[in-house]
């Protein structure tokens, strides 16, 4: 059994298989994760899947998940908008590419 998700994730895209982002938010949900900063060229078009996904499947509809998108700032300054976020400032983060 994989590790729990930190609650602060950034996804780099773009991602190797979309078909993945499915089984992602899925383990995001379970995970408790409350940020996924889509950063890197292309996010906007992940951020949409990310949401109808969140939205349209078999999620708890209580739970919150939010996302950002990141296309034109650097790694350095995404870490920062992710370690500073208000809600989770104490929690770790995690890179994640799929």
Known sequence: MPMPLAR??????????EALLADFVKRCVADGVVLIAVFGLGCERIQRTIGALAVGGEIDQTFYLCTS??????????????????????????EIRL
């Open 8 to 17: 602060k994730l950034i996804l780099h895209v773009p991602v190797s298989d």
């Open 69 to 94: 998108i990141h296309p034109d700032e650097t790694l350095d300054e995404v870490v920062d908008m992710v370690r500073s976020w208000e809600f989770e400032q104490s929690d770790s983060f995690e």
